[in-house]
């Protein structure tokens, strides 16, 4: 039986992928197991993972075509056999050790849902410059019952599978599917901790998914799921949502996105992506974190 689920939903970007499931595989403990879901790439990633599946790397692979994001990642999430799930985003920074500490948390309080963290925000062309985030004073506020909804983002966030009956899946009509996701669990009163340490490192490029979205789209879905799910907002709306994201994408032109990913992808990433799996690292082996329950 598996403690820990780490799940993967990508296509085409085969040179993140081997290095944020590189990082993995290195890390990997026995009872932890790795599931990927393939949206049909034909860059080579179908063919690599094949290869990890048959030399017993990961546990296991669904290549085909997906019908949206959310789709991929459901489905990955329903191949999931761990009591814990943990979504990985294949141009993300993760601190596995970090991630441990959340299980363990988890396995130890059978009556928490979900762990949020704290979050850590860098870039490809700027990746020196980090910068910390925290959703905290959102979920104290939750948690004193001040507003009966939040967000928060899932590069950091881990799920009891068991849960799922009651929180359900990604919204597949939703393209900012993460921040609905959020506002449903938290107004669904589900039993969220909040760690203080970093779960998860993100890092923005001109062709990762929430610079891509579509600006006008997202936020008429936000505004839906504002009413539905009684969440007035908090001075950020849905740009500090994308955690600048989608700000920084909307000042570049698009000709500039192929021009700047093109340059980016030249760079060494291994390099980059070192670097920065160092900072977080850093980080939280320098701090003093602590869980914090909804219900102390």
């Not at 901790?193 to 006008?216: E, M, P």
């Not at 670097?275 to 977080?280: A, G, N």
Request: with cysteine.
């Amino acid at each position: 039986m598996f403690n820990l689920s780490y799940i993967f939903s990508t296509k085409n970007r085969l040179p993140l992928l081997k290095i944020t499931l590189g990082n993995l595989l290195n890390k990997r403990l026995p009872d932890e197991e790795i599931v990927v879901v393939d949206g049909n790439s034909s860059d080579g990633t179908k063919e690599y993972l094949e290869q990890l599946l048959a030399d017993g790397k990961i546990h296991q692979l669904l290549s085909e075509p997906d019908q949206s994001q959310a789709h991929g990642w459901n489905k990955a999430m329903l191949l999931a056999n761990g009591i814990i799930i943990k979504k990985i985003i294949d141009d993300d920074i993760f601190d596995y050790d970090a991630i441990r500490k959340c299980t363990d948390y988890m396995l130890k309080n059978p009556d928490i849902d979900v762990v949020i963290s704290n979050d850590l925000l860098s870039s490809l062309s700027n990746y020196k410059n980090i910068q910390k985030t925290t959703r905290l004073p959102q979920f104290n506020k939750w948690k004193n019952k001040l507003q009966p909804s939040f967000t928060f983002g899932d590069v950091h966030l881990l799920i009891r599978r068991s849960s799922l009956a009651y929180i359900g899946l990604y919204n597949t009509n939703y393209v900012m599917m993460d921040w609905e996701y959020s506002l449903r669990i938290s107004y669904l009163n589900a039993n969220i901790a909040y760690y203080t340490g970093y779960n998860a490192l993100s890092v923005y490029h001109d062709q990762s998914i929430t610079a891509l979205k579509n600006i006008k789209q997202i936020t008429n879905q936000g505004s839906r799921a504002n009413v539905f799910y009684e969440y007035a907002g908090d001075r950020a709306g849905i740009s500090l949502w994308s955690k600048i994201k989608i700000a920084i994408g909307k000042r570049i032109k698009k000709k500039e996105h192929k021009n700047q990913y093109a340059s980016e992808v030249n760079k060494d990433l291994s390099v980059i992506y070192t670097y920065l799996q160092s900072q977080i690292e850093m980080i939280n082996a320098n701090g003093d974190f602590k869980f914090i329950k909804k219900i102390e």
